[in-house]
Nanobody, 127 residues
Framework: QVQLVESGGALVQPGGSLRLSCAASGLSLDHYTVGWFRQAPGQEREGISCIDGDDGQAYTPDSLKGRFTISRDNAKNTVYLQMNSLEPEDTAVYYC????????????????????WGQGTQVTVSS
C-alpha cells in the first residue's frame, strides 16, 4: 500500500532539461528523507540528491551539484528532481526512495534498508 511512483523521464537532447517527479501514497513525504538515485546498465546505483523531511536540508554530491536540484511540494506529497545541462552520461533509470532517517545517513544505507522505492523512470540523453 506504500507506493512511490516516478514520472517525467524522457528522451532529451544533450544540454536539455527534465524535471522528474516522485509521488507518494501511503506515507507523507514531509516526515521522510527522500532522495533520488540512478542506475545505468551494468553499473551500481548512484546517489544523486536527497532532502530531509523536517528542516528541508538537502544534499547533493559535488559532482552533480549545480545541475541537479531537489525540491518538495508538501501539498502534492511529491518530491522533484530538476535536471539541467543533461549529458549522454546522465542516461540511466532514475529511482526515488524514502527513509525515516536523517539526510546525512541517507546515502549510507543499503538498498534493502530504505522504507520505500519507486519502480524507476527512464532518462535517455541522446541526439
Amino acid at each position: 500500500q506504500v507506493q512511490l511512483v516516478e514520472s517525467g523521464g524522457a528522451l532529451v537532447q544533450p544540454g536539455g532539461s527534465l524535471r522528474l517527479s516522485c509521488a507518494a501514497s501511503g506515507l507523507s513525504l514531509d516526515h521522510y528523507t527522500v532522495g533520488w538515485f540512478r542506475q545505468a546498465p551494468g553499473q551500481e546505483r548512484e546517489g544523486i540528491s536527497c532532502i530531509d523531511g523536517d528542516d528541508g536540508q538537502a544534499y547533493t554530491p559535488d559532482s552533480l551539484k549545480g545541475r541537479f536540484t531537489i525540491s518538495r511540494d508538501n501539498a502534492k506529497n511529491t518530491v522533484y528532481l530538476q535536471m539541467n545541462s543533461l549529458e549522454p552520461e546522465d542516461t540511466a533509470v532514475y529511482y526515488c526512495a524514502a527513509d525515516r532517517r536523517s539526510w546525512y545517513q541517507f546515502f549510507l544505507l543499503d538498498v534493502g534498508e530504505f522504507d520505500a522505492w519507486g519502480q524507476g523512470t527512464q532518462v535517455t540523453v541522446s541526439s
